[in-house]
């Protein structure tokens, strides 16, 4: 919608976004609490509706995962460019004209760490690829027999899906039910 895309009211948007830290700061006490998340996303809400009248939750819940969603895409194409060995005059520039009042998201959008799926007991020289696996082993490579498990927002239960908006983040909230 045009009326969203105004730099002058997506600023002020982010601003009030960045303000709500119960949104996006994954450890603020009130990150998982429900109620609390749906009071800002109505107060957001009300601030949308004065340029998109016909404006709903919904609708505020996908800008706000559409600009997270471009937001960390400028991060990672600087890491890129970091590894590929370029020289210092050609790392990326983050162009998103936005980018710095998003940077906010910065430490909350890092990519977590990964568990391994497998089990202590296996060797720890194993070969990178199924190439480099002895061609003289019997059946296939341990390697094509492990499965990362994959999850899908069809695994999270609908209210987590709505209230995280993520995987990352529904996973940080179930770890934090389980604690508290």
Do not use: H
Request: hydrophobic share 30%; with cysteine; aromatic share 8%.
């Amino acid at each position: 919608m045009k009326q969203f895309k105004d730099p002058e009211f997506m600023g002020q948007f982010i601003d009030r976004y960045r303000d709500m830290r119960n949104l996006w700061e994954v450890k603020n006490p009130l990150y998982c609490n429900k109620p609390a998340r749906k009071s800002s996303l109505e107060k957001l809400l009300q601030f949308v509706k004065m340029r998109v009248p016909d404006a709903d939750i919904e609708f505020v819940e996908k800008k706000i995962g559409s600009l997270r969603s471009t937001y960390s895409k400028e991060p990672n194409k600087v890491q890129a460019s970091m590894k590929s060995g370029a020289a210092a005059k050609d790392v990326y520039v983050p162009s998103l004209w936005y980018y710095n009042r998003m940077r906010f998201l910065e430490d909350q959008i890092e990519a977590s760490e990964s568990l391994s799926t497998l089990p202590s007991s296996l060797p720890s020289t194993l070969p990178s690829t199924s190439a480099e696996a002895s061609e003289d082993q019997p059946g296939p490579s341990i390697l094509e027999e492990v499965e990362e498990p994959s999850w899908s927002q069809e695994d999270l239960s609908q209210d987590e899906a709505l209230e995280c908006g993520s995987q990352d983040e529904a996973l940080e909230c179930g770890r934090q039910e389980e604690a508290g």
